[in-house]
């Protein structure tokens, strides 16, 4: 069973920068596609980016694109949401996700099996 842990988040001003990571135990994260999720109050999940691990091929969600980066780090099986130029929109709980590579790429929202336990980013005007 793999279990994701993540850490990062916090109160930032606009304009700011945070970085988030997500530790993956218990399996390989090569058996994995990688992403983030994120849901704010009264809305919808959204995707925000994913990543294959082996291949290291990206993407972003459209509100996040050109703005976040996701990267990992073979050694320590931790991917990595680097958010910068953040804004109040982007206020939300976000969730390292992990979906079977068997799912065409970028996966479908409801195909993420695993996930972290969660971590508040706000983002104050």
């Known amino acids: 069973q793999v279990q994701l842990v993540q850490s990062g988040g916090g109160l930032v001003h606009n304009g700011a920068s945070l970085r988030l990571s997500c530790t993956v135990s218990g399996r390989t994260p090569t058996t994995y596609y990688m992403a983030w999720l994120r849901q704010a109050p009264g809305k919808e999940r959204e995707f925000v980016a994913a990543?294959?691990?082996?291949?290291?091929?990206?993407a972003y969600g459209d509100s996040v694109k050109d703005r976040f980066t996701m990267s990992r780090d073979y050694a320590k099986n931790t991917v990595f949401l680097q958010m910068d130029s953040l804004k109040p929109e982007d206020t939300a709980v976000y969730h390292c996700?992990?979906?079977?590579?068997?799912?065409?790429?970028?996966?479908?929202?409801?195909?993420?099996?695993?996930w972290g336990q969660g971590t508040q980013v706000t983002v104050s005007s």
């Open positions: 996700t992990a979906a079977p590579r068997t799912y065409g790429f970028p996966p479908r929202l409801d195909a993420y099996a695993h």
């Open positions: 990543m294959s691990w082996i291949e290291g091929t990206r």
